[in-house]
């Protein structure tokens, strides 16, 4: 089996998009899908990857994240990314940021090798960093070997789905 991101070819819901020419905006849906709703990322990008295509933006599932994603991030002008947070809210809290400043991303995000935030910290390290969209659902529990959301983070799914789908289209517009 080829791997293409996260998804195996064959799987049902694999649909992977090929590279976009001309892509200047990036969904990036980040999480472990076998950690319960810390991959709630990766599950609405699976559900993006569903729709049909929107000019001028690629869709990525950026899995833990890491430095493999720097040379992705740094040749977009802007990237919406959408990943679980720990920040103490109940499970399930969507929040959209617009965050300025690497030091502007919140704190319980990216419970990865790399964090999220030292991958920015090292576009903008390298003037290549791109105009950040941030969709964070709050999470309260990991649970290892889980591939599945709690209720309470799936009902987050379509609304974030949704919301991430319609701001891409935004971005990809204004950046023609």
Do not use: W
């Not at 709703?37 to 609405?44: F, P, R």
């Not at 990237?79 to 929040?95: K, N, S």
């Not at 999470?139 to 209720?151: H, N, R």
């Amino acid at each position: 089996m080829l791997l293409l991101d996260s998804t195996l070819e064959g799987e049902a819901y694999a649909h992977p998009q090929a590279d976009v020419p001309g892509a200047r905006v990036l969904v990036l849906g980040i999480g472990n899908v076998l950690m319960g709703d810390e991959g709630v990322g990766v599950h609405i990008l699976r559900l993006l990857e569903q729709e049909p295509a929107m000019p001028g933006v690629r869709l990525l599932d950026g899995g833990t994240g890491g430095v493999n994603l720097l040379a992705e991030i740094g040749r977009m002008a802007a990237v919406v990314l959408i990943d679980a947070t720990r920040d103490g809210r109940p499970a399930g809290t969507v929040t959209c940021l617009h965050p300025e400043r690497v030091g502007d991303l919140p704190r319980g995000l990216g419970a990865h090798d790399f964090g999220l935030k030292d991958l920015f910290a090292a576009a903008a390290l390298i003037g290549q960093l791109p105009e950040l969209h941030l969709y964070t659902i709050s999470v309260e529990t990991i649970v290892p070997m889980c591939t599945a959301l709690s209720p309470a983070v799936a009902a987050a799914v379509p609304e974030v789905a949704l919301a991430a789908r319609a701001h891409a289209a935004r971005l990809a517009a204004e950046v023609r």
